[in-house]
């Protein structure tokens, strides 16, 4: 079983940055997969990032002003958001996979982009 704790949402005015925590209860490079997703109001989640032993993939609207990371001494991994948008009001939550595939999730960081 795998704990996440999320961290650093809140409230941002437009062209604002935030950066998103997510704390894993074991190590992280036990993990296959790590990324984040979001979830607006009325809408679907869907995948903001994700970060693999080999590759990062980022949704084609946040390329460029979103950066994974990873801390492996921490077992954190980290969203960076830069030039936030209002469209990038979302529930942001943690999501990731352990070595049998197992998907596990935080419970999410509010983020409000507005002037």
């Known amino acids: 079983q795998v704990q996440l704790v999320e961290s650093g949402g809140g409230l941002v005015r437009p062209g604002g940055s935030l950066k998103l925590s997510c704390a894993a209860s074991?190590?992280?490079?036990?993990?296959?997969?790590a990324g984040w997703y979001r979830q607006a109001p009325g809408k679907q989640r869907e995948l903001v990032a994700v970060?693999?032993?080999?590759?990062?993939t980022y949704a084609d609207s946040v390329k460029g002003r979103f950066t994974i990371s990873r801390d492996n001494a921490l077992n954190t991994v980290y969203l960076q958001m830069n030039s936030l948008k209002p469209e990038d009001s979302a529930v942001y939550f943690c999501?990731?996979?352990?070595?049998?595939?197992?998907?596990?999730w935080g419970q999410g960081t509010q983020v409000t982009v507005s002037s």
């Open positions: 999501n990731v996979r352990d070595l049998l595939g197992r998907p596990y």
């Open positions: 074991i190590s992280i490079v036990r993990l296959l997969v």
């Open positions: 970060l693999t032993t080999s590759s990062t």
